[in-house]
């Protein structure tokens, strides 16, 4: 054989060795790959059937906080004697921001999370409250910038100030920035503010934002059993002296 025809051969085995190994490396890599999971949506049947309801609830002074090695909070309470009444065990996933809360909502992780809205929609309750929002700042005079969190999602201008919304920040943690001075002015929920003026007397609260809004519960669109048995209990207790 000349070197030609055995060069020709090495060439045509070196070609075929390589798709071969081609093959069964896209193979390996179909079998390996993970195949993400369907979101786990279930309703008030499921819930009763686990006798646990899963909820995202954000960490603050007010909704929900552990003090003095015990928790407690509005939405905390409130939802406390809904699992009472409803035989269920409630199972708190702590969260600092709402928009990780939607995510998991949407990915089934829980079954329903509370907020502040603007305008319901039909995965929300009716509100079990309205709250207004203020700014918090260290002096009377409004800065030109103003930070928010994704809690409260405004336009990027409000009466000539620049609002700048962070998702990487809780409430609290912008408010202890702005009392620190690492920023200027902060929006926040009326009565948070007053919680964190008590822990920082340097804050000063002003009223020039009064944007009022609901406080709800929201589930997942294919929940719909939960969200009426949710309406109907908040439709008596919110009747009631409680």
């Known amino acids: 054989m000349d070197s030609k025809a055995r060069i020709s051969r090495i060439t045509v085995l070196s070609a075929l060795s390589m798709w071969i190994v081609v093959g069964f490396l896209k193979l390996y890599i179909e079998e390996t790959k993970e195949v993400p999971p369907e979101p786990f949506e279930r309703d008030y049947s499921g819930i009763a059937a686990s006798e646990t309801l899963n909820v995202a609830l954000s960490e603050n002074a007010t909704e929900y906080c552990i003090f003095n090695a015990t928790p407690r909070g509005f939405q905390l309470e409130t939802l406390e004697d809904f699992c009472k009444e ?12 709402e ?62 100030k620049t609002i700048i919304c962070s998702n990487i920040f809780s409430q609290e943690k912008i408010a202890r920035k702005v009392a620190s001075g690492e920023i200027n002015a902060a929006i926040c929920d009326s009565a948070l503010a007053l919680t964190y003026q008590k822990a920082y007397p340097q804050l000063k609260i002003d009223t020039s934002i009064c944007l009022p809004q609901d406080i709800v519960w929201q589930t997942n669109p294919n929940a719909k059993v939960l969200l009426d048995s949710i ?12």
């Open 86 to 97: 409803h035989n269920l065990e409630l199972n708190i996933i702590p969260i600092w921001n």
């Open 99 to 160: 928009i990780i809360a939607e995510r998991a909502l949407a990915a089934g992780k829980c079954d329903l999370i509370a907020k502040h809205v603007f305008m319901t929609d039909s995965t929300m309750s009716q509100p079990l409250l309205r709250s207004s929002l203020v700014i918090l700042s260290r002096t009377k005079q409004i800065p030109d910038t103003i930070y928010t969190t994704g809690t409260h999602r405004f336009v990027t201008n409000y009466n000539g």
């Open 231 to 242: 309406n109907a209990w908040l439709s008596r207790v919110t009747e009631t002296k409680k």
